[in-house]
């Protein structure tokens, strides 16, 4: 309970925490930063680390002049693309391993088979989608490895994904971040990027809800 509060408290007031870290640590901050955005995509483990927040309010400090804006970009981008190969790395390595050890099934074949249909025919989408949504953004890429979806279509929408999910962030925060009425409650804004972030789950778990009401 008391991690879920610290990543809560991270979260809401994440200007002061990224002020003080910058402060601290100087020209390190861009590589704790690519670290942060390479787990965040790259590992299954930590869904929970700051993405859409952190590049927004990254080029807020940016447009101060506190930030390299160029290079900013450019060192994100390259965390979001190497973070979800070696997601996808992960998953197509320990994808039949899941399936099967020592000979004996773990899960059931048409799982692993609807997964490689279901990314046969929508992985370039959910790939590409998944990048701005928490969490899914997280396992899009390892699912995409079990389900084997092939590396060259994979790359191509994970490197357009990456480029537009961290320009659009970046820059919004570069453009807008700085506004006093944005400055004055950043704390709600990031709350509300993040909501506007998870809004698609919330859309599709009602729709299925909807499509699969509790038997009364």
């Given at each position: 309970m008391e991690i879920i509060l610290h990543i809560y408290e991270l979260f809401i007031h994440l200007d002061k925490h990224l002020g003080t870290l910058i402060h601290s640590y100087?020209?390190?901050?861009?590589?704790l930063v690519f670290m942060v955005i390479f787990?965040?995509?790259?590992?299954?483990?930590?869904?929970?680390?700051?993405?859409?927040?952190?590049?927004?309010?990254l080029g807020t400090f940016a447009a101060l002049g506190?930030?390299?804006?160029?290079?900013?970009?450019f060192i994100l981008t390259a965390a979001a693309i190497l973070g979800d190969t070696v997601n996808y790395t992960i998953g197509k390595w320990a994808g039949i391993r899941l399936f099967y050890r020592k000979g004996r099934l773990l899960f059931k074949k048409?799982?692993?088979i609807?997964?490689?249909?279901?990314?046969e025919c929508h992985g370039g989408k959910t790939i590409f989608l998944a990048r701005f949504i928490p969490i899914i953004r997280t396992f899009a890429p390892f699912v995409a490895g079990i389900g084997t979806m092939a590396y060259p279509k994979f790359l191509i929408y994970n490197v357009t994904g990456a480029i537009t999910w961290v320009l659009l962030f970046v820059m919004s925060g570069y453009f807008f971040g700085n506004i006093p009425q944005v400055k004055q409650n950043f704390s709600f804004v990031i709350m509300g990027i993040i909501f506007v972030s998870c809004f698609p789950i919330l859309i599709e778990y009602w729709r299925n809800r909807s499509r699969h009401p509790k038997e009364v």
């Open positions: 100087g020209s390190w901050i861009y590589l787990c965040e995509t790259g590992l299954v483990i930590t869904p929970l680390l700051p993405g859409d927040s952190l590049l927004f309010a506190t930030l390299e804006v160029e290079l900013l970009v048409e799982y692993l609807k997964t490689q249909h279901f990314y």
